[in-house]
């Protein structure tokens, strides 16, 4: 993923697997794509998991998905929806989307919406 013209980053701080943990979200925005980049870490360690999510609108395969990692041993989802997505001049979308982080020991953890 090449470095986007714009970026605006959220921290976040979540239980997953049992552990608190930052998660760090950055959307981009250059010409012609948007970006997501979803990290990872317990506190005071760097990233244990880095997701990144091309939303290219000519490529749908990257539009919804869902991708997996392990904590400690124990299996956290991320989940993603841009089907439906709609974007201003921000690089984060504005409506109809949504991104949840999800671990087997606790529901849904945290939604991005």
Same mark, same amino acid.
């Given at each position: 993923?090449?470095?986007?013209?714009? %970026?605006?980053? !959220?921290? @976040?701080?979540?239980?997953?697997?049992? =552990?608190?943990?930052?998660?760090?979200?950055?959307?981009?925005?250059?010409?012609?794509?948007?970006?997501?980049?979803?990290?990872?870490?317990?506190?005071?360690?760097?990233? =244990? !998991?880095?997701?990144?999510?091309?939303?290219? +609108?000519?490529?749908?395969?990257?539009?919804?998905?869902?991708? +997996?990692?392990?904590?400690?041993?124990?299996?956290?989802?991320?989940?993603?929806?841009?089907?439906? %997505?709609?974007? +201003?001049?921000?690089?984060?979308?504005?409506?109809?989307? @949504?991104?949840?982080?999800?671990?087997? %020991?606790?529901?849904?953890?945290?939604?991005?919406?």
């Amino acid at each position: 993923m090449k470095t986007p013209e714009n %970026a605006v980053t !959220y921290v @976040y701080q979540a239980k997953l697997a049992e =552990l608190y943990c930052s998660v760090t979200a950055t959307w981009g925005k250059d010409l012609t794509n948007h970006s997501l980049c979803i990290e990872v870490a317990k506190p005071c360690q760097e990233a =244990l !998991y880095i997701c990144k999510i091309d939303l290219n +609108s000519c490529q749908l395969w990257g539009k919804k998905g869902v991708r +997996s990692f392990n904590m400690d041993g124990r299996r956290v989802d991320v989940f993603w929806d841009f089907r439906q %997505a709609k974007f +201003s001049i921000n690089p984060e979308p504005c409506s109809d989307y @949504y991104v949840a982080l999800v671990s087997k %020991a606790e529901e849904t953890n945290l939604i991005l919406s």
